[in-house]
């Protein structure tokens, strides 16, 4: 007789989109952060969207190790802005329609975060399935600590945001269509 299985039935399928600007001093780290992740992403998508320092090329080195990462490099200049970054977020939307994914997340290129992390939030939402976003405190170096942004109990920042694709949907889809903090 084979004795029950103890193990835990696969966690849904997660995809991130990351939109990156001369980010080539940060993103190794966040590239290892979610490279040790427990639960890896299906896919993550890495927008360049126009860097002048290597970011591209910190970028490359990965996706070789690391099957589910695509780079998408938008050539070009110019002024940065929220709507460029909504832009580079949209265009890497559009490299996750041939995948099969319950959640989506909007990942920063200067974050790092635990291995648990994304399983962690996962647990969360199918703890709850009315949850239709998620995500953790970010805290920010300030000499040799760590301390907490402070940000409304009811808000998730949108730098590691974790969205359930329904929910995703029912706000447009489209980063530009999010809501977003106050810029103050």
Known sequence: MTPPSREHPPAPAYVLVT?????????????????????????????????????????????????????LTIPGDGATHFGKKAAAFNAGLELLRDVDYSYVGNLDADITLPPSYYETLLRE??????????????????????VPIN????????????????????????ADQLPQPDER
């Not at 939402?125 to 760590?146: H, M, T, W």
């Not at 409304?152 to 029912?170: E, N, T």
């Open 151 to 174: 940000a409304a109990a009811d808000s998730v920042p949108g730098a590691i945001q974790l969205f359930r694709k329904s929910c995703f949907a029912d706000v447009g889809g489209r």
């Open 19 to 71: 939109a990156a600007r001369n980010e080539a001093v940060f993103i190794a780290d966040t590239l290892e952060a979610v490279a040790a992740q427990t639960h890896r992403p299906a896919r993550w998508v890495i927008v360049d969207d126009r860097s002048t320092d290597g970011t591209s090329e910190v970028v490359r080195k990965y996706m070789p190790v690391c099957g589910f990462i695509r780079l």
């Open 125 to 146: 939402f199918e703890r709850d399935p009315a949850l239709g976003v998620a995500g953790g405190e970010i805290y920010s170096k300030s000499g040799s600590d760590f």
